[in-house]
């Protein structure tokens, strides 16, 4: 089995900086695409930003600049680094990524329990 958890949310101001962390553990042979999710109060979760094994990003155009995904292959752990946010990006962040485990084949998505971000003064 795979865990993934996230950790680093919290109440940040209105142009302050928040890091978000999200580990993965378990039987991982390889991890391919992590992302980032959030879901705002009464809205639809929504992609954040993608990164590939390679390094490769893709984020949603309105949070270029703002919010930065990285990733640490050797700790298996992928990053949201949150500058300047908005209290719009209030919400429940989520992390996934498809992972395939140790002896099997194919890949499957693992999803963290998400941690609660409030961006208020």
């Known amino acids: 089995q795979v865990q993934l958890v996230e950790s680093g949310g919290g109440l940040v101001q209105p142009g302050g900086s928040l890091r978000l962390s999200c580990a993965a553990s378990?039987?991982?042979?390889?991890?391919?695409?992590m992302r980032w999710y959030r879901r705002a109060l009464g809205k639809e979760r929504e992609l954040v930003a993608i990164i590939g094994s390679n390094g490769r990003i893709k984020s949603l155009d309105s949070m270029k600049g703002r919010f930065t995904i990285s990733r640490d292959n050797i700790k298996n752990t992928v990053y949201l680094q949150m500058t300047s946010p908005k209290p719009e990006d209030t919400g429940v962040y989520y992390c996934n990524a498809d992972v395939q485990s140790l002896g099997k084949l194919g890949t499957l998505t693992f999803w963290g329990p998400g941690t609660q971000v409030t961006v208020s003064s």
């Open positions: 378990g039987n991982i042979a390889e991890i391919y695409d």
